[in-house]
């Protein structure tokens, strides 16, 4: 980094002792997808640590990322510079009871913040279904359950403390910086370093969760009665079946009820043998369809009951790495833009060399926000997600995929989830948020100096003209 030449030795001095990961150390995402070496990897213990990160960054012509976990399967956490990692900020700071809210530190998991917001009789209103996030990570893509009443979990934030890139320290909520607030609370991490946030939560409750099979026919001719048909509803298209699992959940004073399962069905065959089956269709694709016929057979055709509480209910397994890529369209365009994609894989599966996928595909809702970069924003919205796995890390054929997925995504008006690696860019971007100019603008504003513009915020939110 040729930067680091115009460091003083007390700036020298300053960064190796937040040194937290030895130099030439690389970061590798979750699904180990992207990948990048920081110049440095430095553990602040507090804002004041952060502040001067950044009066240095801005002196020395450096950059400055933020992560948690790097769960996201894209190059959005990725930099070559400095990469912050948060963990050491994940105190408490205040617990309204009145109020049902918690003010945490940014860095704090979401596993841990369960167990934080459990001792208080709260908990979160709808959650994604992994917990391995930081709150702040989490947030700064717009982050989301399935609840058609419940918004993402940016829209659960009610104030935060942002650092900018000039160190300045800025709190913010619905009265004051209102517009920064309705820009950070899905920042991409391009406004600045969020410290604390103040999060809106419930007393703490049970699901009881039913999950049913279900023809994808009747998914596609009633998906808003489906979506409305519990609190919580998520569905699994398995392609080449012609069916799919309904989940559904609602709140309950039942007792606890584990679901029906066993090491063999759940473990073993779940994840050890499909990796192996999926390893092997690298070689012999037009396995596929006879694939997804068994596993939908032997792990979702049976219906299935269980009552937890409710951070257990909403969790499941992510064991396999994959690529993944998510979109959000209107829920009135869902059945028409699930049609399509129907009409495409079962299209490519009737060609000898035509593309074969890996099931399923996940449908979840949200409702509308005001968070300026949601993909609800102003809209409530059916997510469907396409994922390719990597069995044993290993590349498997994808982009044909993706690129049908996204056309088709596009003519029903979809906006890409900002957590995953997608081909829409600035003027794409434009047209599909309302507020993306006020974004950019606030952006400007926020990082006079780009001390976080890394390649992903280059390629996608600075304007083509901008280097």
């Given at each position: ?16 002792n ?17 990948t990048?070496?920081p ?9 004041r ?43 408490v ?50 982050t989301h359950?399935?609840?058609?009443g419940?918004?993402?979990l ?7 403390i ?5 160190g300045?320290?800025?709190?913010c ?5 209102m ?38 026919d ?6 808003d ?24 959940a609602?709140r ?38 006879r694939l ?15 009552v937890?509480?409710?951070?257990r209910?909403?969790?499941y ?17 869902a ?40 993909p609800?924003y102003?809209?409530t ?54 507020k993306f ?8 504003t ?7 513009v ?14």
């Amino acid at each position: 980094m040729s930067s680091s030449l115009q460091l003083s030795e007390t700036d020298k001095k300053f960064l190796e002792n937040l040194r937290c990961k030895p130099k030439g150390t690389r970061f590798h995402n979750w699904a180990r997808t992207f990948t990048s070496r920081p110049a440095y990897f430095l553990a602040p213990e507090c804002e004041r640590d952060i502040i001067e990160i950044i009066q240095i960054a801005v002196r020395c012509g450096l950059s400055i990322k933020a992560i948690g976990s790097g769960h996201s399967p894209s190059d959005i956490a990725c930099t070559d510079s400095i990469m912050l990692v948060m963990d050491k900020l994940r105190r408490v700071i205040a617990y309204d009871a009145n109020a049902c809210t918690l003010t945490v530190e940014s860095g704090i998991r979401l596993h841990d913040l369960h167990q934080v917001l459990g001792q208080r009789n709260m908990a979160l209103s709808d959650l994604c279904c992994i917990s391995d996030q930081s709150i702040a990570g989490a947030i700064a893509t717009a982050t989301h359950g399935s609840g058609i009443g419940f918004g993402d979990l940016s829209s659960m934030i009610t104030h935060l403390i942002l650092i900018d890139g000039t160190g300045k320290r800025v709190e913010c909520d619905q009265q004051n910086n209102m517009d920064l607030f309705n820009a950070a609370r899905c920042s991409l991490g391009a406004l600045g370093i969020i410290t604390q946030v103040t999060i809106k939560c419930e007393p703490a409750f049970k699901l009881h969760a039913v999950q049913k099979p279900i023809t994808l026919d009747e998914v596609i001719s009633d998906i808003d009665g489906i979506a409305r048909s519990a609190e919580h509803v998520r569905i699994w298209w398995f392609q080449y079946t012609e069916y799919a699992s309904v989940w559904r959940a609602n709140r309950t004073s039942m007792e606890n009820k584990s679901p029906k399962g066993s090491f063999i069905r759940d473990r073993l065959y779940g994840h050890h043998i499909l990796q192996l089956q999926l390893y092997k269709a690298r070689f012999t694709p037009n396995d596929m369809p006879r694939l997804a016929r068994k596993h939908f057979q032997r792990g979702f055709m049976n219906e299935k009951e269980w009552v937890g509480d409710s951070h257990r209910v909403f969790s499941y397994d992510c064991l396999l790495k994959q690529y993944v890529n998510e979109w959000a369209v209107p829920l009135d365009q869902a059945s028409s833009a699930l049609q399509q994609l129907r009409g495409w894989i079962n299209g490519q599966s009737r060609e000898s060399n035509g593309a074969r996928v890996h099931f399923p595909i996940e449908v979840r809702f949200v409702q509308e926000s005001n968070t300026w970069l949601s993909p609800a924003y102003r809209r409530t919205v059916c997510f469907i997600s396409i994922t390719m796995f990597r069995p044993y890390q290993k590349p498997v054929p994808y982009k044909e995929y993706w690129q049908a997925f996204e056309d088709i995504m596009r003519t029903h008006q979809g906006r890409p989830h900002w957590a995953k690696a997608y081909g829409m860019f600035y003027h794409d971007l434009q047209r599909a948020y309302p507020k993306f100019d006020d974004f950019v603008r606030m952006r400007e504003t926020c990082d006079p100096h780009d001390v976080f513009v890394n390649n992903y915020i280059r390629r996608h939110i600075l304007p083509p003209s901008q280097p």
